[in-house]
């Protein structure tokens, strides 16, 4: 597409790893200073902050992201002790249900699809009253 076509536009950047934040607040920075984007929200499968390299450097790069004003969504793959603040823009979706749904369903020597279809009412009720809002299943 056309640069010109995101000012003024929300831009999503996706991720499969973010290890220090760097390259996504750059990028952020960009869209949004130079080609004049709205805002821009970060999809990222696994938030890994550094942790090999410390607590300190987890720190540093979930402030960079906080302080970049991204928002940032991803999962629980990787844990982190977030500040409130911080949680008003990076969240964090737990996927513990989806992988115990898969364990189970190996357990009983059938497929996730068919054990789903079999939750699939439950799993819409449930979603139902946490978000007061349907939600689609599949």
Known sequence: GNVDDIKGKYVLLRDDICGT????????KYLKETLGAEGVVFVVSHLDCCKGAGIQKEKETLNKLYDS????????????????????LIHITDLSEFFADNIIAHALNGSVKTYRKAREEEIKTLRKQKYNQP???G
């Open 21 to 28: 934040g760097g390259t996504a607040v750059k990028d952020g």
């Open 69 to 88: 004003g991204m928002e940032v969504f991803t999962t629980n793959t990787v844990s982190h002790d977030l500040s409130k603040e911080q949680e008003e």
């Open 135 to 137: 939600v689609l299943v």
